[in-house]
C-alpha cells in the first residue's frame, strides 16, 4: 500500500469510523499493525514482537528494560558474606539498562550480591552524578515485579502470571486484560535477560570470576558490557547474538546463573 493510499485509509476511517487514537498507540499505527498481520499470517504476539523488536509502534512510549543480574565473584574473607546472594554463592549484582536492539545503554557494577536489584536502582537514582538515563516525559522503562511500579518505571501486575514459560505451558492460553498485560510486559522485557544470556555465554569469566582485585572485577564486567555492545554494532552475523536474539528464546534464569557460577571467598590480589 503507497503512502497516499494509506492517508486517504486513515482519513476515511476517522471520518466514518468510530476508531481513534490510543493513549500509546495512533490510528495509524494501529492500522499499520493490522496490515502487517493480515499480510503476513502473523499472529498477535510475532506482531507484538516483530513490532517491538523495530523499534516502533508498541514500544513507542518505552524506552528500555532494567533489570540485574548476579555475576561470580571473589571476596576477601571478611566481607565475603556481603557478597553472597540468593543462592549463598559469592557474587556482585549488576544493575542494566539495555535498547530493544540488545544495546546495554547503562551499566553499574560491582554491587555486593547480598543487595536487592531495587536498592541498587534506587541509590543511582539519588545519586545526582551517577549519570543515571532518567527517561523523557511520557516515556518509561519496562520493570519486572522487585521494582517499584512509578513514573518512568513500568512494572508487571503482582499475583498474575508473568513469566513467558508460563503462559506458553498453560493450556487455557492468557485469560484477561491483565494477563495479557503481563504476557506483553514480559515480551517486551526480556530483551533485558537475552543480553544478559549472550554477555554470560561470550565471558565466562562472568560465570567463574578468578582471583582479581574487587575493583578489577568491576571493571572486567563493565570491558564485558563494552565488547558486548562493540560486537553488536559490527558484527550483525554474530552467532551468540543470532541465538539469542530471535524472540521467545529464553536464556537462563538468574538462579540457574548463579548454581553454575560457583565463587569463592580469599584474599583478592591486585
Known amino acids: 500500500m503507497y503512502r497516499p493510499c494509506f492517508e486517504m485509509l486513515i482519513q476515511v476511517l476517522r471520518q466514518q469510523t468510530t476508531l481513534q487514537n490510543l493513549r500509546y498507540l495512533t490510528l495509524e ?14 499472529t498477535n504476539r510475532m506482531a507484538m514482537e516483530d513490532w517491538q523488536h523495530s523499534g516502533s509502534t508498541i514500544s513507542v512510549n518505552c ?33 542494566a539498562i539495555c535498547s530493544f536492539d540488545m544495546l546495554f545503554t547503562y551499566v553499574v557494577t560491582g554491587w555486593e550480591g547480598a543487595i536487592h536489584d531495587s536498592r541498587v536502582l534506587t541509590t543511582q537514582l539519588e545519586d545526582p552524578t551517577s549519570g543515571f538515563p532518567h527517561p523523557p516525559q511520557g516515556k518509561y522503562y519496562l520493570v519486572d515485579s522487585g521494582y517499584s511500579n512509578k513514573p518512568g518505571f513500568l512494572a508487571p501486575f503482582h499475583n498474575v502470571p508473568y513469566h513467558l514459560r508460563d503462559a506458553r505451558r498453560r493450556a487455557g492460553g492468557i485469560n484477561g486484560p491483565t494477563e495479557l498485560f503481563n504476557y506483553r510486559h514480559a515480551s517486551l522485557r526480556n530483551c533485558i535477560e ?25 571493571e ?18 554474530d552467532p551468540l547474538f543470532d541465538r539469542y536474539g530471535v524472540n521467545g528464546v529464553m536464556p537462563p534464569s538468574d538462579s540457574d546463573s548463579d548454581d553454575d557460577a560457583p565463587s569463592s571467598s580469599g584474599t583478592a590480589r591486585d
Open 220 to 237: 572486567i564486567a563493565m570491558c564485558c558490557c563494552v565488547l558486548h555492545n562493540f560486537i553488536r554494532l559490527h558484527n550483525r552475523g
Open 63 to 95: 524506552v528500555g528494560a532494567i533489570d540485574g543480574t548476579h555475576i561470580a565473584a571473589h571476596a576477601p574473607a571478611d566481607v565475603a558474606n556481603n557478597f553472597r546472594g540468593r543462592k549463598s554463592t559469592v557474587t556482585s549484582n549488576m544493575l
Open 194 to 218: 537475552r543480553c544478559f544470556g549472550v554477555l554470560k555465554a561470550r565471558f565466562p569469566i562472568l560465570r567463574y570470576m578468578t582471583n582479581f582485585s574487587l575493583i578489577r572485577q568491576r
Open 29 to 42: 499505527e494501529q492500522v499499520m499493525i493490522f496490515v502487517y498481520v493480515i499480510s503476513q499470517k502473523a
